[in-house]
């Protein structure tokens, strides 16, 4: 409570489908579709098979800390359901994914921002897309490549100012050159 966002969660299936709900607790749900990439799919299956699905598996670091906020982990296959919740871990391989859906939180955040500010707020779109940057120089974006199609529509479209169209083509640039 009084963090923003208060409320993530991700959902992703083994063909790559998914929904996130970013929100405010006190905010009516409305989870987003997205769709993740075959390997990062496979990333994310794989760390959670090293953790056992989650089943019978404890990720809590078990000392006073501060309350960094709940996380909880979820495995459902049929009628298997596994969940694990904890405040901090210090299990490398929890951290691993935990650090993904950290990544993929923020990258749905910074593309629904950047779609709302290109439609409402056009002077807005130049600070924006610097935070973008600075989330792709830090490697804090999973898929940096879903932001090309919003970035070639903003570098192409004459109603921006000319610093962010710039910016979003050097960045779109940028993210194509990125293995």
Do not use: C, W
Not at 40 to 50: M, N
Not at 86 to 91: D, E, V
Not at 127 to 142: A, G, R
């Amino acid at each position: 409570k009084s963090s923003y966002p208060e409320y993530v969660e991700i959902k992703v299936s083994d063909s790559g489908s998914g929904t996130s709900d970013i929100r405010q607790l006190d905010d009516e749900s409305h989870p987003r579709a997205m769709q993740i990439d075959a390997a990062l799919v496979q990333t994310i299956f794989d760390l959670a098979s090293k953790l056992h699905n989650f089943d019978g598996v404890d990720l809590e670091m078990h000392r006073r800390i501060a309350n960094l906020g709940e996380k909880t982990f979820g495995y459902e296959r049929g009628a298997e359901t596994h969940r694990v919740t904890f405040n901090y871990t210090l299990n490398s391989v929890a951290a691993q994914l935990l650090d993904i859906f950290e990544g993929l939180a923020r990258q749905q955040t910074d593309l629904s921002d950047l779609d709302r500010t290109m439609h409402y707020d056009r002077l807005g779109v130049n600070d924006l897309i610097l935070q973008i940057e600075k989330d792709f120089d830090h490697k804090l974006l999973p898929e940096p490549g879903q932001f090309l199609q919003l970035l070639d529509r903003l570098a192409a479209d004459q109603h921006f100012i000319d610093i962010a169209r710039e910016r979003a083509r050097k960045l779109a640039g940028r993210i194509r050159s990125t293995p």
